[in-house]
């Protein structure tokens, strides 16, 4: 899965290690999440999107897609 995050994080100024403190996640998930290695759970999504105030689907795109 493609991945916005990090334009969407570094546009707002936020390092990974605040944005991953901010969700209860680790620093690793957030690198992981931004490279594409790693698919969002749903409400991991959904957390993050409420922190962008954005869609989901702004943040990721499926590759089938």
Not at 6 to 31: F, H, P
Not at 46 to 53: E, G, P, T, Y
């Amino acid at each position: 899965m493609q991945s916005n995050l990090s334009e969407y994080r570094k546009d707002r100024g936020i390092s990974q290690q605040a944005l991953a403190d901010l969700l209860g996640v680790s620093r690793q998930t957030i690198i992981s999440l931004e490279k594409g290695r790693y698919d969002p759970s749903l409400p991991l999504a959904f957390k993050l999107a409420a922190q962008f105030n954005c869609r989901i689907e702004d943040l990721f795109i499926p590759e089938d897609l």
